[in-house]
């Protein structure tokens, strides 16, 4: 089964997709024609082979390619596409419109969720997700980039600290409008951020008038905090950017920030488009060589290969880096017997470990008094403003059409949002045998890794500095967009025994596996109804829309619970984990696969766990430091 209209709903997708016609459309893809000629002119041999040109390979190719001393080529599934699908800022989503931006597998049937299938959603064009993403920017709290130095131990370079000067390096930042901040009391920090990069982060130029009262009321609320920026690291309700470019006002991602421009003027960087990577082939334990078919090709007729000499770096995101992976002979050794792939090395973190943040995990309400114009709604259905935005935007690339997804919102502690319960929710969390609620028969070393994790994120159920809940504000009469920030239960991706190839791989969230889950989204309902109803949200007189306020039975919230939620915001991550081999990591602190030379992974796959955030932002920082760990090995 598809998204559903419910979970649509709740990221505004479905009265954006209504209101589609309102907008004009260009050519769907567009073949960039000094892509191609390439093609004809790739070399057999590379320094560098770069698999994936998304969000963190083509960060990865732009720092490897500036100093002109290495050759590098980057691998893309996708091809370049410039639609005003991808660059639109004005509601965020129109990624989602245009099938031939993404793919699209369909989960295996969710037992958890009453079978039903999830649509499993990425970009696929060059510079990947980033182009196709809500373009929220949000980073995660101190606490989750320490935990993934703690696997570690104490010393590790991966942590707040470590990660820091990255993040300044990833983001250019661009403060709001001094009437903005006056209007809405947004807080803003500049040391938090850099002034480098050409990745943008930035404010639109208009916002929503009831935003105001509705970030105050979360103060209302015990326990929580306004920090000083969207990037400090702390939790509380706060205004943050957008990926925006200010300049031009479009979206701002990796392949305008990290690649138009700058591939075609370095003679050392080459890029091959709507190419499918199959695998990578070894010498010995040293990956020398990659594998690669044309887009739509069904066999190995057209297959093709090309050689690295320094390294090969998985950047296909987290549900492709693990398929190849595993195709290539580096995974779990009953999976690839079953599959018939030589094994290479016994790696069975390789496609366990799997995460993502659900959400349509709380109720909506309706705010039946309502004396703000404009709002949200507008935007979407009131036809003379979505002429007057058009006209104003036209005219000077302000107003509600610089508004993509959203700026503010709010993420918050296990502590402010189960007050009674927390404590016994984290106890009886880190009590649990950590293999119970793992696929059966998952091997020690990933229970391992799964027992330190249980250990770690039951300490972060116990700190207010860690974020379980995020509510994020559209500044519409209707609102309720919740996420759930670090599930418990672990999914896994495996290639198809049949067709490890051709056939996506087997997308499996598992959602609601572990008991845990459910009993913290079982404070997710009290919690946000206390919002509308216990703060001065009250006096506009909020009516529960979903489930209803008659739904109060924890069997009845549940039963709601697995009928819609999605266990997919589009933030996969751990596929290819970086924790110690022991603990049945895929990659080292130094992102280097386990087992074999020559072969690293730069992409989401390779956060241990979920931040307390989306995850572009962390995605972006990872990849800088990557590209410092590879040339430092160079
Ligand atoms: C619809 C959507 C909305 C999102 N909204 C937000 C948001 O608002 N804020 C936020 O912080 N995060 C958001 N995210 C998440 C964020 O964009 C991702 O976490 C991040 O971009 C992932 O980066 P990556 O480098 O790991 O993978 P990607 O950027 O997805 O790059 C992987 C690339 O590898 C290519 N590839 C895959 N397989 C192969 C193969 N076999 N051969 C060659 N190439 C291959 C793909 O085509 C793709 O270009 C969203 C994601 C999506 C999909
Ligand atoms: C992409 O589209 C935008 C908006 O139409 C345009 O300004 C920009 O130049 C295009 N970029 C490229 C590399 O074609
Ligand atoms: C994904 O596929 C499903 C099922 O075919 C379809 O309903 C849905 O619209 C698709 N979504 C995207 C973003 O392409
Ligand atoms: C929701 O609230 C809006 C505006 O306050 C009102 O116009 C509308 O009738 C309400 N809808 C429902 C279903 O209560
Ligand atoms: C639609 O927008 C126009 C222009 O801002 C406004 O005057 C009008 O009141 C709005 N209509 C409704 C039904 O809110
Ligand atoms: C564009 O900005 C100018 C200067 O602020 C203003 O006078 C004009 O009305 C704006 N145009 C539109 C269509 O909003």
Not at 386 to 407: H, K, L, V
Not at 411 to 416: A, E, K, R
Not at 561 to 589: I, Q, W, Y
Request: with cysteine.
């Amino acid at each position: 089964m598809a998204l559903s209209k419910v979970s649509l709903a709740a990221v505004g997708l479905l009265h954006l997709f209504g209101a589609a016609d309102a907008y004009s459309r260009t050519a769907r893809s567009v073949t960039h024609s000094t892509i191609l000629d390439r093609a004809d002119g790739l070399l057999p041999e590379y320094d560098y082979i770069i698999v994936g040109g998304g969000t963190a390979g083509l960060t990865v190719a732009d720092r490897l390619t500036e100093d002109g001393k290495h050759s590098v080529l980057v691998l893309e599934r996708g091809v370049f596409q410039n639609s005003s699908s991808v660059t639109r800022v004005a509601g965020g989503f129109w990624g989602l419109v245009d099938p031939t931006l993404t793919f699209n597998i369909t989960s295996v049937p969710q037992t958890g969720l009453n079978d039903r299938s999830i649509a499993v959603i990425g970009g696929q064009i060059l510079g990947g997700s980033s182009g196709v993403n809500g373009m929220q920017v949000l980073r995660g709290q101190k606490e989750d980039y320490n935990r993934w130095g703690s696997y570690f131990g104490k010393k590790s370079e991966w942590s707040w600290e470590g990660l820091l000067p990255y993040f300044q390096k990833a983001w250019n930042f661009h403060p709001p409008s001094a009437e903005l901040v006056s209007q809405f009391d947004i807080k803003y920090d500049t040391r938090y951020w850099g002034s480098t990069s050409n990745v943008h982060a930035s404010f639109p130029s208009f916002s929503w008038p009831v935003l105001k009262m509705e970030m105050a009321a979360f103060g209302d609320i015990p326990g929580v905090e306004y920090p000083s920026d969207s990037g400090s690291g702390e939790t509380g309700a706060y205004w943050h950017p957008a990926s925006v470019d200010p300049a031009t006002v479009l979206r701002s991602f990796a392949r305008p920030g990290h690649w138009d421009g700058i591939e075609a003027a370095r003679s050392n960087y080459h890029t091959l488009t709507g190419q499918k990577v199959l695998k990578v082939s070894f010498r010995g334990n040293r990956a020398t060589e990659v594998v690669f078919v044309p887009g739509d090709a069904t066999d190995l007729t057209q297959a093709r290969s090309v050689k690295a000499k320094k390294e090969i770096i998985m950047a296909a995101g987290s549900i492709h880096t693990p398929q190849i992976l595993q195709a290539s002979g580096i995974g779990p050794k009953k999976l690839l017997k079953e599959a018939g792939v030589p094994l290479v090395v016994d790696s069975p973190g390789v496609g366990s470990n799997f995460q993502d943040q659900p959400f349509t995990v709380a109720p909506s309400f309706n705010l039946t008094t309502f004396p703000f114009h404009p709002d949200f709604y507008d935007m979407l259905l009131n036809q003379t403003f979505i002429a007057e935005a058009q006209a104003q935007f036209d005219a000077n690339r302000t107003g509600p059409m610089s508004i993509a997804s959203g700026n503010s919102g709010s993420w918050l502690s296990l502590q402010v949002v189960a007050p009674k319960s927390w404590k016994d929710i984290a106890k009886r969390y880190e009590a649990q045998d950590p293999a119970a609620y793992l696929p059966k028969g998952t091997d020690k070393a990933v229970v391992a890794g799964y027992k330190a994790q249980q250990k770690a994120l039951a300490n972060s159920m116990r700190s207010k500095n860690s974020a379980v809940y995020n509510f994020f504000l559209r500044g519409g009469y209707e609102e309720g967009s919740v996420v759930y920030l670090h599930p418990t239960s672990r999914g896994t991706v495996h290639i198809n025994a049949a067709d490890p190839f051709f056939s996506p791989p087997k997308v499996d969230y598992r959602a609601l596996s572990n008991p845990t889950d459910l009993e913290v989204l079982l404070e997710f309902t009290p919690f946000t109804r206390k919002y509308f109803l216990e703060t001065r949200m009250k006096t506009l007189d909020p009516v529960e829309l979903s489930p209803g306020a008659d739904v109060t039975a924890p069997e009845e919230i549940e039963a709601w619970l697995r009928s819609v939620m999605n266990p997919s915001c589009f933030h996969p991550v751990g596929t290819a984990a970086m924790m110690p081999k022991h603990l049945g990591g895929v990659v080292d602190e130094d992102l280097l696969v386990y087992g074999v030379k020559g072969l690293s992974v730069v992409d989401a796959s390779v956060m241990p766990d979920l931040p307390g955030s989306y995850t572009q932002q962390t995605v972006y920082a990872v990849a800088e430091k990557a590209a410092d760990l590879i040339k430092g090995r160079a």
